[in-house]
């Protein structure tokens, strides 16, 4: 059997049988209890597709947060979600996307289609403050 490494069934890959119950808390819950009022130099998301949805419960972390990297490929395809909600989401708080490149971070000046690539690949979102 093979474990399950997502929270969703994946729609490319093989399936999986059964899943394990697991806990859910935003980000702001996980905050609020470790680190209440610290700055978050870097918050470093992995998630197997579900990167919008934490994002999404991490309101009061991301005004005090300085940069977000995380993944996009294959796995936003079992979530439905495009690169383009996480251009809209990052814009609306003022922050810059970048793509990580192994020439280093290339700036995107703003969203284009062909970012919609789900080949996996690494952003860097940085707070203009």
């Keep these: 059997m093979v474990e399950p490494s997502s929270l969703n069934q994946p729609i490319l890959s093989e399936r999986f ?3 394990p119950d697991v806990q859910v808390r935003t980000c702001d819950e996980v905050a609020l209890q470790h680190f209440a009022a610290l700055p978050v130099d ?3 998301l992995d998630v197997e597709g579900h990167e919008l949805e934490v994002l999404q419960g991490a309101n ?9 990297q995380f993944e996009f490929g294959r796995c936003n395809i079992d979530t439905r979600t ?3 909600d ?3 989401f990052f814009a609306a708080r003022g922050f810059q996307l970048y793509r990580i490149s192994p020439l280093g971070p290339i700036r995107l000046a703003g969203y284009r ?3 919609e690539s789900y080949m996996t690949c690494n952003f860097i979102a940085v707070a203009q403050r």
């Design 113 to 115: 289609e062909h970012l």
């Design 82 to 84: 495009f690169f383009r």
């Design 42 to 44: 870097v918050l470093k």
């Design 86 to 88: 996480f251009f809209q």
């Design 60 to 68: 009061s972390v991301l005004e005090r947060c300085s940069a977000v």
């Design 17 to 19: 049988e059964s899943y």
